[in-house]
């Protein structure tokens, strides 16, 4: 059967995600229900972690965990059982998305008239393993004046946009306004140059083919995979492959857990294909760069990287991170090398984000636990 071909399927996305071209399912089932309940809470301190929860994160883990500590205090904790340790050993990317959550709540919190006071790794980090010490102490005061954050506005409509992107180049003017501003110790780039383009659809084509050959670092998506409704309702995380014809092939026992792990089948092909189709439809990309890369390089990272999905939700555009050639694995390692020389980067500079950007079909938002979910007992 050569299902496999047919135009119906694309498969994009970090590594290895099966999506319908027309992917705008704003569905309202249980697994989006956050999206609808965002900011519907009295009290301040869960009201913002209502928003944060929606924040952008690796393979969409919610590696979040939030001890509330009294009305106007909370620690957030990472779940260790939630890491990437075969695409990301040394949490990078994982402090990243916590770092797009703590932007989250910072504006959440703003914009019902609170003060959010961020104590980054109150009781210190570990640059090469995440353990058990709190990400952030978060505290609510009450500022004399407060000023709401106009990107604030776009929290609900954000989205990772994996679709083919329109042979359409994004106005310079927009790039630099997108890119701009977006805090300090982040150096925000973009480029739509053609001959920096060809390369950087190559290299990050080439890097994502090494991932998806390499077993264990192509199974940690395949084990994030959702197949179906039911599936993504009972385990509202990971990566999702839905839509009718999704469901259908999952009934038919042709898209399932095993057939994607078989790295010899259709679907793998067809995914692995896909990936280069969108990463070759890419008429712009996007990059953050920070001086060093510790701990906090990569929480600022975060705040800067959901401030431009906001403003480039703003602007009408898509955004969508490529972030194979950044990993840290052996296989990776002349890729990683690659993208920084092509970038032109100085010193001890490291990239953090690597995204296209462009104008694209519209896409539904990815489901979310929902906060009751992410609080710890007492
Ligand atoms: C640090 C980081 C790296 C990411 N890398 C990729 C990637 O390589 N490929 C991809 O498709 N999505 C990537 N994403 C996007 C996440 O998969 C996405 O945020 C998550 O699935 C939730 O979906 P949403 O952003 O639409 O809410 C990345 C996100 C973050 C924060």
Same mark, same amino acid.
């Given at each position: 059967m050569s299902f496999s071909r047919r135009n119906f399927l694309s498969i994009a996305g970090s590594s290895a995600i099966i999506l319908?071209?027309?992917?705008c399912t704003f569905s309202h089932d249980s697994a989006r229900d956050p999206w609808h309940n965002? %900011? =519907?809470?009295?009290d301040p301190m869960r009201r913002a972690l209502s928003y944060a929860l929606l924040a952008p994160n690796p393979h969409n883990r919610q590696p979040w965990i939030v001890d509330l500590l009294s009305e106007n205090e909370a620690m957030l904790y990472c779940d260790?059982?939630?890491?990437?340790?075969?695409?990301d050993p040394y949490s990078r990317q994982i402090v990243i998305g916590l770092g797009c959550f703590l932007e989250q709540f910072r504006m959440a919190a703003q914009q019902f008239g609170r003060q959010a006071i961020i104590e980054p790794f109150p009781e210190g980090f570990n640059d090469k393993k995440l353990d058990q010490r709190p990400i952030a102490k978060l505290t609510l005061a009450r500022p004399r004046s407060s000023q709401a954050d106009p990107?604030?506005?776009?929290s609900l409509d954000r989205r990772t946009n994996r679709n083919l992107y329109e042979d359409k180049t994004p106005d310079e003017k927009i790039l630099k306004t997108i890119t701009?501003?977006? %805090? =300090?110790r982040i150096f925000a780039n973009f480029t739509n140059r053609p001959d920096q383009l060809e390369a950087l659809r190559d290299l990050v084509t080439e890097a994502a083919h090494i991932e998806f050959d390499t077993k264990r670092t192509y199974m940690e998506s395949v084990e994030a995979m959702r197949i179906g409704s039911r599936q993504i309702r009972a385990?509202?995380?990971?990566?999702v492959l839905e839509g009718a014809m999704m469901e259908a092939l999952h009934s038919l026992g042709i898209l399932n857990h095993d057939s994607l792990a078989d790295q010899s089948s259709a679907m793998f092909r067809t995914g692995r294909d896909g990936y280069a189709k969108s990463a070759k439809s890419a008429p712009a990309f996007v990059w953050l760069s920070t001086p060093t890369n510790t701990r906090l390089d990569q929480i600022n990272t975060g705040a800067a990287y959901l401030r431009l999905c906001l403003k480039t939700t703003a602007a009408g555009l898509a955004i969508h991170p490529l972030s194979q050639t950044l990993q840290e694995y052996r296989e990776m390692e002349n890729a990683l090398a690659r993208i920084h020389d092509l970038l032109g980067t100085k010193n001890?500079?490291?990239?953090q984000m690597l995204a296209r950007i462009g104008y694209a079909k519209a896409v539904g938002p990815s489901p979310r636990w929902p906060l009751e979910a992410k609080i710890k007992p007492t």
């Amino acid at each position: 059967m050569s299902f496999s071909r047919r135009n119906f399927l694309s498969i994009a996305g970090s590594s290895a995600i099966i999506l319908p071209t027309t992917a705008c399912t704003f569905s309202h089932d249980s697994a989006r229900d956050p999206w609808h309940n965002a %900011g =519907n809470y009295e009290d301040p301190m869960r009201r913002a972690l209502s928003y944060a929860l929606l924040a952008p994160n690796p393979h969409n883990r919610q590696p979040w965990i939030v001890d509330l500590l009294s009305e106007n205090e909370a620690m957030l904790y990472c779940d260790l059982e939630r890491l990437l340790p075969q695409t990301d050993p040394y949490s990078r990317q994982i402090v990243i998305g916590l770092g797009c959550f703590l932007e989250q709540f910072r504006m959440a919190a703003q914009q019902f008239g609170r003060q959010a006071i961020i104590e980054p790794f109150p009781e210190g980090f570990n640059d090469k393993k995440l353990d058990q010490r709190p990400i952030a102490k978060l505290t609510l005061a009450r500022p004399r004046s407060s000023q709401a954050d106009p990107l604030f506005a776009y929290s609900l409509d954000r989205r990772t946009n994996r679709n083919l992107y329109e042979d359409k180049t994004p106005d310079e003017k927009i790039l630099k306004t997108i890119t701009s501003g977006l %805090g =300090n110790r982040i150096f925000a780039n973009f480029t739509n140059r053609p001959d920096q383009l060809e390369a950087l659809r190559d290299l990050v084509t080439e890097a994502a083919h090494i991932e998806f050959d390499t077993k264990r670092t192509y199974m940690e998506s395949v084990e994030a995979m959702r197949i179906g409704s039911r599936q993504i309702r009972a385990q509202p995380d990971g990566l999702v492959l839905e839509g009718a014809m999704m469901e259908a092939l999952h009934s038919l026992g042709i898209l399932n857990h095993d057939s994607l792990a078989d790295q010899s089948s259709a679907m793998f092909r067809t995914g692995r294909d896909g990936y280069a189709k969108s990463a070759k439809s890419a008429p712009a990309f996007v990059w953050l760069s920070t001086p060093t890369n510790t701990r906090l390089d990569q929480i600022n990272t975060g705040a800067a990287y959901l401030r431009l999905c906001l403003k480039t939700t703003a602007a009408g555009l898509a955004i969508h991170p490529l972030s194979q050639t950044l990993q840290e694995y052996r296989e990776m390692e002349n890729a990683l090398a690659r993208i920084h020389d092509l970038l032109g980067t100085k010193n001890q500079e490291r990239v953090q984000m690597l995204a296209r950007i462009g104008y694209a079909k519209a896409v539904g938002p990815s489901p979310r636990w929902p906060l009751e979910a992410k609080i710890k007992p007492t």
